[in-house]
């Protein structure tokens, strides 16, 4: 019998099933195995992920993990705030969708959630990666992982696309309403922190591979940048500064959790950091709006590395704005910017 309800299949980044070091490693030999992730090719990525990184991260990153997991009583922050955002989109949709909720690396898995949709024989899949701005190594990845799997299964729903939605109002709104809990005029700069990517990943998001520098990304979005990730964070700022009038000067971006030897997309948020402390700002408000959901990047890089850093040079206080997560109205209006794909 033919299903007319839509699903809307929402997806993360993922996360490793325990902080057990064999659960990070294994979940660190998936994610980082990507060549979408690591775009070098196939030998190089393998010997260098499979015999380098990952033996000697995983034991290193299973520490952090095991602090994150504590803080939610032993749970990943990030599944559970999925499960519930999940949850409460399928209470406040019409009878017409169903919620369902994956992950592009780990569990639950992206192939075991389609199998289930499937089942069901639904009419069309709305997929969500529920990254802000569009990048190969996030967006990307997960759509073509999705594409994969759909085709392999055969007889499956029309699958529509929501890429990126730094730019919709209700997004914005929502993160507003998350820096709005801070009484701003008690901070000497806001920082908008932003995860990093290597500077040869943005090319691949501008019109025939052009480079950032011919499109001035730092100050506008055009027809050749609209998919580069550097260009939409920036904006993503502007958008926010405007929205909560906030005076020119006293915000930024900047550009967090590099990894390797290679240029990362500049300025990086703990250099920036320092440079505050040392020039005499004392408190500082950092929000993240490339994350819609805290993980190891905010809670653990941000608010205890990066504050015990920012202290060390002379600052006194560093406040972390909490991600949407699974918020009421991040609830509500992540449902607008679905219905409007829908419609």
């Not at 839509?6 to 070091?21: R, W």
């Not at 997929?127 to 299964?153: C, D, G, H, M």
């Not at 040869?200 to 940048?225: A, F, M, P, V, Y």
């Amino acid at each position: 019998m033919f299903n007319q309800k839509t699903c809307v299949l929402l997806v993360n980044l993922g996360t490793p099933d325990s902080p057990k070091t064999k659960d990070v490693r294994k979940y660190l030999t998936q994610f980082l195995n990507d060549p979408k992730v690591i775009d070098i090719n196939f030998f190089a990525r393998t010997f260098l992920v499979n015999f380098i990184i990952v033996p000697f991260r995983a034991r290193k990153s299973a520490k952090e993990y095991k602090k994150l997991f504590s803080i939610s009583n032993g749970k990943s922050p990030l599944l559970i705030y999925g499960l519930n955002l999940q949850k409460k989109l399928n209470n406040i949709m019409s009878e017409n969708f169903n919620v369902e909720f994956a992950m592009r690396y780990g569990n639950p898995s992206l192939k075991k959630e389609l199998k289930k949709i499937k089942a069901k024989n639904y009419k069309k899949i709305i997929l969500v990666p529920l990254y802000p701005q569009y990048a190969s190594s996030t967006t990307e990845s997960t759509i073509l992982k999705t594409k994969k799997i759909i085709n392999s299964l055969k007889g499956m729903p029309k699958l529509e696309v929501i890429k990126q939605f730094y730019n919709d109002d209700n997004f914005i709104k929502s993160v507003c309403h998350q820096i709005n809990r801070f009484n701003l005029k008690t901070y000497d700069h806001i920082l908008f922190s932003y995860h990093g990517l290597p500077e040869r990943h943005l090319e691949k998001g501008h019109l025939h591979n052009t480079r950032c520098k011919n499109h001035s990304c730092e100050t506008q979005i055009n027809d050749d940048n609209q998919y580069c990730y550097k260009a939409t964070c920036h904006a993503t700022t502007r958008q926010i500064a405007k929205a909560l009038n906030l005076e020119e000067g006293s915000f930024s971006s900047s550009f967090q959790s590099r990894l390797g030897k290679s240029e990362w997309i500049k300025p990086y948020t703990d250099n920036v950091l320092v440079d505050f402390a040392k020039k005499g700002k004392k408190k500082i408000l950092v929000a993240s709006p490339a994350f819609t959901a805290d993980c190891l990047e905010t809670i653990i890089e941000i608010s205890e590395e990066y504050s015990k850093l920012f202290k060390q040079h002379g600052g006194e206080t560093l406040k972390l704005v909490p991600s949407l997560n699974d918020e009421d109205h991040w609830a509500e209006n992540l449902q607008k910017i679905i219905l409007k794909k829908h419609f």
